[in-house]
């Protein structure tokens, strides 16, 4: 099974600042068909999780543009630019480009 | 508007079978996967399996031989039935299209 590894397990931020979490991949989540599924889910406390990104860089409906995902093959990066309160819970990113789906182990945003 | 809801019981005895259901509107399984992922208490999200749209199932390859997904396109729903529970398989179960998700289910094997 492909493994996600989610960096760093813990993010502390103040509200306005930008931060970065990693997700890396034992393998490349290169589809034959030339897409990348690579997504990101956020979960807010006692919530079910939202998608934010999808295939890497494609934000979803209704999602604020202050979050973007960069990357290929096997790292890729959630950024949110300028940290808002509604944004704290934790990150998960999901590959779907081989079987058995497989989630990275999560991402805490908390405030500092 | 597309919405997922979980229904089943709360609490299952060890040994015994876990029996849920996910009943959707707003889009038709004939058309679209929907999948079922578990969280335990204080961890973090795992896939369990899933159905596509043309019928065919896959699943977690630890929990496989204790697992099976089915469906009703008729009704809209998609059952998940899992034998042999034991305490380990307490989580919350979200079924899912993942770009939308479910309230989830609470289920504690608990004697």
Redesign the interface.
Known sequence: ?VVLTQTPPTLSATIGQSVSISCRSSQSLLHSNGNTYL?W?L?RPGQ????LI?SVSRL?SGVPNRFSGSGSGTDFTLKISGVEAEDLG?Y?C?Q?TH????????TKLELK | QVQLKESGPGLVQPSQTLSLTCTVSGFSLTSNSVHWVRQPPGKGLEWVGAIWSGGSTDYNSALKSRLSISRDTSKSQVFLKMNSLQTEDTAIYFCTRFDNWGQGVMVTVSS
Not at chain 1, 99 to 106: D, L, Q
């Open positions: 099974d997504h889910l979960q079910s999780p939202q998608l999808y979803e934790v998960y999901v779907g079987a058995p789906r497989t989630f990275g182990g999560g």
